[in-house]
């Protein structure tokens, strides 16, 4: 099958999302570069460590490429541990990463200026973005058994997966990840941040995890941010942070219960 028919087969999978590509600069939106913050935020730290600051989305923006379920308005920040020391899988990986959401009077956000002792590694090269929306398809293991001949189709759509990136690094707003490794990232988040260990396989064996995981689908891609060499970014040996949220916070503007996950390869 081509690209085009597999796309036409699988077009009720998609799931539109923005890709932040390289734009003019923007107010708000960036990834990298200097935070515009209210006057009393506090850094956020890891294992007495401050994080590194990854970026900014203006939700206004990103409302104009792509209504959804995250609030039409605000600021969102994104901070992830300097040193790389949480994945995800482990219950007491929370506070690895912070995002802060910024829903008041936009003028109150200040150029962020090395206050409270913040080493300049925790900031990297800026890059103005801009979303623009596109429509992400599933991972391949989740229409492997669909597709009649793999070993014929299933390169045609891995490309079909990624062509929508053209190229550019996969930096994207909510639709369907693209992981590094398995696509059980919405289970993951739901038995880590409820307290289960995933370390290792007795966290599957847990008398809790059957419940737990039924509202596994509650969770939603917020972020995804790709290894980019521009930025020096580089998440493990060359792999992706997920940034994950279940869509009844986002809805309230409740972001303190984001849950993450870095992949590798």
């Not at 300097?82 to 829903?103: I, K, T, Y």
């Not at 260990?197 to 689908?217: C, I, K, M, T, V």
Request: a negative charge; hydrophobic letters at 40%.
């Amino acid at each position: 099958m081509t690209k085009a028919e597999l796309r036409e087969r699988y077009a009720h999978l998609a799931k539109p999302a923005a890709h932040l590509r390289p734009a003019a600069a923007s107010a708000f939106t960036q990834l990298g570069g200097i935070p515009r913050l209210p006057e009393d935020f506090v850094w956020p730290r890891y294992k007495g460590s401050p994080h590194a600051f990854l970026g900014q989305i203006d939700l206004a923006e990103l409302r104009g490429s792509l209504a959804s379920f995250l609030p039409a308005t605000g600021v969102l920040s994104f901070f992830y541990d300097e040193e790389q020391r949480a994945w995800g899988f482990d219950p007491d990986d929370r506070g690895g990463w912070l995002v802060h959401f910024h829903d008041g009077d936009l003028a109150a956000l200040k150029s962020w200026t090395h206050r409270q002792d913040i080493p300049a590694y925790c900031f990297s090269k800026r890059k103005a973005v801009a979303p623009h929306r596109i429509e992400t398809m599933p991972y391949f293991r989740a229409v492997l058994d669909t597709i009649p001949d793999w070993d014929r189709d299933g390169e045609a759509y891995l490309e079909l997966v990624r062509d929508v990136f053209v190229g550019l690094p996969e930096h994207q707003v909510l639709g369907h990840p693209d992981p590094v490794q398995e696509d059980t990232m919405e289970r993951t988040c739901q038995l880590a941040s409820n307290g289960i260990y995933l370390g290792n396989p007795s966290g599957y064996h847990d008398r809790r995890r059957a419940d737990l995981e039924s509202a596994a689908g509650d969770w939603k891609l917020l972020l995804q941010l790709d290894s980019d060499d521009e930025l020096g970014w580089l998440w493990g040996s060359g792999g992706k942070l997920y940034f994950w949220i279940r869509e009844t916070d986002a809805k309230a503007g409740d972001f303190s219960r984001v849950w993450l996950e870095l992949q590798s390869t």
